[in-house]
């Protein structure tokens, strides 16, 4: 018998507050210049209740926050023009987007990205390769850990995880 991979669940917004709006899908912003990758990533996102927007470079990246309000950031380092370190700069500047997490999704593995990305109030680094099932789990438990006031935790475990 035929299994789909992809876990369903009655509620879509997670039931842990996480959403946008009582009912919704907790919306992700997912930028990377790599198409590919945000195709995977949407497809397993979707697949698990989630919304996702995209954006292909840090201008996109900065203008779909300022209209869309995401619930998290999935954000690619090394992107055109603003790269990922200089969004999530830009959004921790100000006061009606520092609170959006960001979650990193990078390539550059080194102890001192991670370190980075702390520094840059970031509560989550995802190293590619990386399994792309594995995703939308990965992006409920950081927003439910957030609902649950854990943001400061998951920063301080950036630093961690080497």
Same mark, same amino acid.
Do not use: H, I, K, T
């Given at each position: 018998m035929w299994r789909s991979?992809?876990?369903h669940r009655p509620d879509p917004?997670?039931? =842990?507050?996480g959403?946008?709006?009582?009912? =919704?899908?907790?919306?992700v912003l997912l930028a990377d210049?790599?198409?590919s990758i945000r195709t995977i990533c949407r497809v397993n996102l979707e697949g698990d209740g989630l919304a996702v927007t995209e954006a292909?470079?840090?201008?996109?990246?900065?203008e779909a926050v300022t209209r869309s309000r995401p619930s998290l950031v999935l954000l690619d380092v090394m992107m055109p023009g603003v790269d990922g370190w200089g969004v999530?700069?830009?959004l921790a500047a100000?006061?009606?987007t520092r609170q959006i997490p960001v979650v990193f999704l990078s390539a550059r593995a080194a102890y001192e990205d991670r370190l980075r990305a702390q520094e840059l109030g970031a509560v989550g680094y995802v190293v590619k390769p990386f399994d792309p099932l594995e995703l939308a789990?990965?992006?409920r438990d950081v927003l439910e850990r957030i609902a649950r006031g854990e943001r400061d935790e998951l920063n301080r475990e950036l630093a961690d995880h080497t």
């Open positions: 991979r992809v876990r917004g997670g039931g =842990s507050g959403g946008r709006r009582e009912g =919704s899908a907790p919306l210049d790599e198409r292909a470079d840090g201008a996109q990246a900065l999530a700069e830009q100000d006061d009606q789990g990965l992006v």
